[in-house]
T-cell receptor, first 120, second 117 residues
């Protein structure tokens, strides 16, 4: 049973380019969460998606960042016109149910190994 | 607003000694509390959780955590540390709020645990 798969593991972009990060959740999981890890700042929630819907994007920067989780295929986190401050590790996590309804496993997110973005 | 504080950036312990990694939380309502571990260049792995019931929660790899409501703390402990326990440990909280929030986990900044032989 494959875990959460993220690719690419490492991505290098120059300022102004676009970065696309992909996340395939665990089999049977239809809820995806994106987190960003900056040095010395821990993990910051960015966005929560369910198939074809954005449920909570309260942690997403208002500009340049977008996320989607289409009916078919992986979830994608897209960063347009990257800047050096976007350099970070981006983690995707999945769960089989919304956390608010998952009484049995509530809060148990399954994380991918992350995509490390470096902006030159 | 929900928040989690991990007051120590780093904890150093000798192998075989007991370890404690501290966590305090702030949340309105009853909390769900979690510990996750991150090994170098890897994703986070679930260690244990507190939902309700016994204040002492046992988790993976011999770790346990004690929920203290009066002190709003959820410290991670292990009686005898191993070198292989060296990693980054994250405390996380979610409010039991079915009426509004989607209940996303709020993570602390992480504490680096270093166990020396």
């Amino acid at each position: 049973n494959a875990g959460v798969m993220q690719n690419p593991r490492h991505l290098v972009r120059r300022r102004g380019q676009e970065a696309r990060l992909r996340c395939s959740p665990m089999k049977g999981h239809s809820h995806v969460y994106w987190y960003r890890q900056l040095p010395e700042e821990g993990l910051k929630f960015m966005v929560y998606l369910q198939k074809e819907n954005i449920i909570d994007e309260s942690g997403m920067p208002k500009e340049r960042f977008s996320a989607e989780f289409p009916k078919e295929g992986p979830s994608i986190l897209r960063i347009q016109q990257v800047v050096r401050g976007d350099s970070a590790a981006y983690f995707c996590a999945s769960s089989p149910l919304p956390l608010v309804r998952d009484r049995k496993n509530t809060g148990k997110l399954f994380f991918g190994e992350g995509s490390r973005l470096t902006v030159l | 607003a929900q928040s989690v504080a991990q007051p120590e950036d780093q904890v150093n312990v000798a192998e075989g000694n007991p370890l404690t990694v501290k966590c305090t939380y702030s949340v309105s309502g009853n909390p769900y509390l979690f510990w996750y571990v991150q090994y170098p260049n890897r994703g986070l792995q679930f260690l244990l959780k507190y939902i309700t019931g016994d204040n002492l929660v046992k988790g993976s790899y011999g770790f346990e955590a004690e929920f203290n409501k009066s002190q709003t703390s959820f410290h991670l402990k292990k009686p005898s540390a191993l070198v292989s326990d060296s990693a980054l440990y994250f405390c996380a909280v979610r409010a039991l709020d079915y009426g509004g929030s989607q209940g996303n986990l709020i993570f602390g900044k992480g504490t680096k645990l270093s166990v020396k032989p």
